[in-house]
């Protein structure tokens, strides 16, 4: 499950990643289903050895030459246990990372909404806030625009409390 | 138009006046490939440069960095690590220089920035003002 905050509210008791560059300099890769999709999905490239990446044109590159932003999806990819800050992430990685994996992510705005135009399945989401599952991505963006700080309908499909 | 040539592409801004740019907020568009293009190109003696969150932490300041020597092209790298900070000193180099920063959130430095839209190709960054 993808368990969101946001800046300027209250935290969990976790170890803050804010510097996911440096945190994904000590990382070793190692290939993994979900490894593979993320760089997919933001470099438009492939995962080749723990050193190096396929990027969009077919070239050969060494991993440090990722965006900041894939970086950022590995980083959270591989530190469940901790809380990854996002404020370097596009549009993009930030909505690939909410719908494709688990972890515990810093977000800055609390009126945001996410997209994925290649997130066919809106009904395939596991997204945590304050205390709330969603498992649809426009159930989410329906709290966070029409009912967030309030008591959201929980007889509209894609939400149930947290056990 | 100018272009630039360093590791095996060429840079062509179709951007005329100097002011701050502020890039779209995407990943992966090759910001970071063009920061390190434009601080090769300085090497070679261009009058370009770049500024990145790790030349802050390892000390190195924007002001020794970006405003001892005439440039016409600036781009600062992670801008959302070093938010708000130097803005004078940015305002003033976007006097003379085109400046482009990578920020994700809200900056007082880019609220009256320029939109700005980068491309990666194969040959070829293509750096474009939003019109």
Same mark, same amino acid.
């Given at each position: ?45 492939? &995962?080749?050895?723990?050193?190096h990446f396929t990027d969009r044109f077919g070239d050969k590159l060494p991993i440090n030459f990722m965006s900041t932003g894939c970086k950022a999806a590995l980083v959270v990819l591989n530190n469940p246990d901790k809380l990854v800050d996002l404020k370097e992430c596009g549009l993009n990685a930030r909505d690939t990372i909410i719908t494709y994996l688990d972890g515990?992510?810093?977000?800055? &705005? ?54 | ?22 890039? $779209?907020? $995407? ?59 130097? $803005?004078?000193?940015?305002? $003033? ?26 491309t990666l190709q194969e040959e070829q960054l293509l750096l474009e003002v939003d019109t």
């Amino acid at each position: 499950m993808m368990n969101i905050y946001f800046r300027d509210e209250k935290l969990p008791k976790l170890d803050i990643i804010t510097d996911v560059e440096r945190e994904f300099d000590n990382l070793k890769l190692t290939g993994s289903f979900l490894e593979n999709l993320v760089i997919n999905k933001i470099e438009l490239g492939s &995962f080749k050895d723990a050193l190096h990446f396929t990027d969009r044109f077919g070239d050969k590159l060494p991993i440090n030459f990722m965006s900041t932003g894939c970086k950022a999806a590995l980083v959270v990819l591989n530190n469940p246990d901790k809380l990854v800050d996002l404020k370097e992430c596009g549009l993009n990685a930030r909505d690939t990372i909410i719908t494709y994996l688990d972890g515990n992510v810093l977000l800055t &705005f609390s009126t945001i909404t996410f997209y994925n135009e290649n997130f066919h399945d809106k009904n395939n989401i596991k997204v945590c806030l304050d205390n709330y599952v969603f498992t649809n991505l426009d159930r989410l963006n329906y709290y966070l625009t029409d009912e967030r700080p309030y008591v959201p309908d929980m007889s509209r499909k894609g939400i149930f409390m947290k056990r | 138009m100018k272009r630039y040539k360093a590791e095996n592409r060429v840079v062509t801004v179709e951007i005329e006046q100097p002011g701050l740019y502020v890039f $779209e907020k $995407e990943s992966a568009i090759g910001k970071t490939f063009l920061c390190r293009i434009l601080k090769r190109c300085r090497s070679y003696g261009e009058r370009t440069d770049a500024y990145t969150y790790t030349d802050l932490t390892a000390g190195r300041s924007l002001m020794h960095y970006l405003m001892t020597t005439d440039l016409d092209l600036v781009m600062l790298d992670r801008y959302d690590m070093y938010n708000d900070k130097f $803005e004078q000193d940015i305002k $003033e180099i976007a006097q003379k220089a085109i400046v482009l920063i990578d920020c994700k959130n809200d900056s007082n430095l880019t609220e009256d920035a320029q939109l700005c839209f980068l491309t990666l190709q194969e040959e070829q960054l293509l750096l474009e003002v939003d019109t």
